[in-house]
């Protein structure tokens, strides 16, 4: 017993000094129950771990790790793991609309536009209001989407290449493997009061 | 046993050691700076020190103050060089910032005219394009609700504006144009607040004339095929898949010809069939340059 | 063999164990942090450090979104959308335009923490990390090795 404390002492050492390597045991294991998702724990990784920073780097370990930010923020399911959206409307975070002035507000536009989609998934509401509390109308308009109907030709071919939706979704804005987040509505739902378009058809 | 403590204590020690160095608010160096880093920063201050047009400008303007600050930044890089060769690093590191924020200052002071100038009219272009299609939409809509542009007070505001801020850039009065850009942006908003807020708009394609829908499902062909190359370019399939592209796009071609062939004989419903399959077989090709998307019909 | 010196033999070697693995000399395989992603979003700039000998930068977008609404940086400050389409370089950030607009001292901490941002492995080309392209495209067939 008492020649025991001493290797279980050293062990306890090893779980202190790196306490992720004790978290993933089955990383060899080739039946893992989870093979290529990443465990929640390995989610976020600090800067000195993540594999884009340099280690060997002085200033990597003065920055600051992501996780000790998100752990006050909504979650979700992927990107990030942060629910950005809902961290703005709850005033979890309070991100300035401008670089002098804590106090500017944006000019928020609360405008859906709904694409039908073919086939069985539910149609895509684009909702300005959520976009509009982060960028400038010529962020957008008009070199990536022209504002206006049957002007634009979007697919999820082309979002995933990375145009269209996807200058910004996949890249910095959740990615695309969340499909509800766009495909919200319902292909039996009632449409809410339309605003008939102009009949601006090319 | 009294080795082990020790070893014991030193593992303790070297756990701490490599403990990470705790948050702070403003980035503080963990210890002394490397003797690469101070390198880095001392190769950096003297390209600085040597970037002549900076250096022209600031002899051309006559700004004393940028003078000074660049003697300054010149003495405490020599400064600096000197405790490099003693070995100080922290020494010549903090000079090599003091050398750093002084010629920064004096560049800001005497700032790169052309340089500036061709940002604001990066902006001025980029703002002019946002609010001439905010406009055209916005005219679009009073058009739609029976309303004459020239009727509608916003629309003249805003068309006032716009005419000012062209006028100022004309006179080369660049960041004014931009500013009232800025203000005509907003107003413009403020102004399909009434128009659109809480609305929601079906931008799905109805179509009365099969024309029309052959038109878009040529253009949706257009856009596929525009995908193709990007695809190429961003996911670089081998060799073997690469043939199965071109297979794909030729097919793809193919039909688009039989497609147009028929819309030209008016044979609207055929040249739709045509021109789906077309689309389909350049699905096929992303497919096999390796974009996985979701199988399912995409509009 | 002697049971005492089994056990001792056996005690030293898990404490060198313990030390190797603390100071991070040794990475047993099968144990050690597997080759963890960065940040979503992250964006690696190497247009010229390479060349330069200095490391890449990192750029952490989620940090820079908690202050800071998009339209800040890619509207006011003239961002454009592309990771290494901007040009930035250092003589530009030292006058004030895109990073030294705010890494000036007065917004946020100013360019002599050259580290900060240069942290990148040395050879990580221009990239936005995680990025869907990298991640959804259909993985290549086993034949065909790129």
């Known amino acids: 017993m008492a020649r025991r404390i001493p290797a279980a002492l050293a062990l306890a050492l090893v779980a202190v000094a790196a306490p992720e390597w004790f978290a993933a045991p089955a990383a060899a294991d080739p039946n893992a129950f989870n093979r290529l998702l990443a465990p929640a724990s390995a989610r976020n990784p600090p800067p000195t771990a993540d594999g884009i920073h340099d280690p060997s780097n002085a200033g990597t370990a003065v920055l ?30 309070q991100p300035r609309a401008a670089v002098g002035d804590a106090n500017a507000q944006p000019t ?11 086939g069985s998934m539910p149609d895509v509401v684009y909702p300005h209001k959520q976009h509009t509390e982060w960028l400038d109308c010529s962020n957008c308009h008009p070199a990536i989407f022209v504002p206006q109907k049957g002007a634009n030709q979007i697919s999820m071919a082309a979002i995933l290449l990375g145009q269209k939706c996807g200058v910004c979704h ?13 495909h919200s509505r319902n292909k039996n739902a009632a449409p809410a009061a339309t605003a008939a378009h102009p009949g601006a058809q090319r | 046993m009294r080795r082990v403590t020790s070893m014991l204590a030193a593992a303790l020690l070297a756990g701490y050691a490599g403990a990470p160095a705790a948050q702070a608010d403003r980035p503080s160096a963990t210890g002394a700076p490397s003797l690469e880093l101070v390198r880095q920063k001392q190769t950096f201050t003297s390209r600085l020190l040597a970037d002549s047009p900076a250096l022209a400008r600031i002899a051309a303007s006559g700004n004393a103050e940028a003078a000074r600050l660049l003697e300054r930044a010149r003495t405490r890089h020599e400064g600096a060089l000197a405790a490099l060769a003693a070995g100080d690093h922290a020494g010549a590191n903090a000079l090599l910032n003091e050398a750093i924020a002084a010629i920064g200052r004096a560049r800001q002071l005497v700032p790169d005219a052309a340089e500036r100038s061709s940002e604001e009219h990066n902006r001025y272009r980029q ?51 931009n500013r009232l850009l800025l203000r005509a942006e907003s107003a413009q908003l403020d102004a399909f607040g009434p128009l659109l807020a809480g609305k929601t708009i079906d931008y799905t394609p109805h179509f009365g004339e099969p024309a029309d829908e052959f038109r878009f499902e040529l253009e949706r062909n257009r856009s596929y095929g525009e995908l193709v190359p990007l695809a190429l370019a961003e996911l670089r399939p ?10 794909y796009v030729a097919s793809g071609r193919e039909l688009e010809r039989t497609a147009l062939r028929r819309a030209a004989d008016k044979d609207y419903s055929g040249a739709l069939a045509a021109i789906r399959a077309a689309t389909v077989y350049l699905q096929r090709a992303l497919l096999a340059a390796g974009l996985a998307v979701p199988r399912e019909q995409e509009n | 063999m002697n049971r005492q010196s089994h056990f001792r033999g056996a005690w030293r070697a898990a404490v060198w164990l313990a030390l190797a693995l603390i100071t991070g000399a040794v990475a047993p395989a099968g144990f ?31 940090f820079h979104r908690i202050r800071f609404r998009c339209k800040v940086c890619h509207s006011d400050l003239g961002f454009k959308f592309t990771a290494g389409g901007n040009g930035i370089n250092m003589l530009k950030i030292i006058d004030g335009q895109y990073c030294g607009a705010c890494h000036n001292g007065s917004v946020a901490w100013s360019v002599e923490n050259c580290d900060l941002c240069h942290s990148g492995k040395p050879g990580t080309p221009t990239l936005v ?3 869907t392209i990298q991640k959804l495209a259909a993985p290549p067939k086993p034949a065909a090795a790129r």
């Open chain 1, 108 to 118: 928020v536009m609360e405008l859906n536009i709904v694409r039908e989609v073919k």
């Open chain 3, 129 to 131: 990390h995680e990025s």
């Open chain 2, 238 to 247: 081998a060799a073997d898949a690469r043939k199965l592209v071109d297979r």
């Open chain 2, 127 to 177: 703002l002019l394009s946002g609010i001439d299609s905010l406009r055209a939409s916005y005219r679009e809509h009073l058009a739609h609700r029976g309303r004459a542009p020239q009727d509608d007070a916003s629309w003249i505001a805003l068309t006032e504006l716009v005419d000012r801020a062209k006028a100022l850039a004309a006179e080369q009065r660049i960041g004014e144009a």
């Open chain 3, 32 to 62: 050690g942090p597997r080759e963890a992603r960065a940040e979503y979003g992250d964006v690696v700039l190497n247009n010229y450090s390479d060349a330069a000998g200095v490391r890449p930068v990192v750029f952490p977008h989620w």
């Open chain 1, 170 to 182: 996949g890249k910095v804005a959740f990615p695309v493997s969340e499909c509800r987040r766009c």
């Open chain 1, 64 to 93: 600051q790790p992501p996780r000790a930010s998100f752990e006050a923020l909504p979650r979700t399911a992927s990107g990030n793991h942060v629910d950005w959206d809902a961290a703005l409307e709850q005033k979890r975070i």
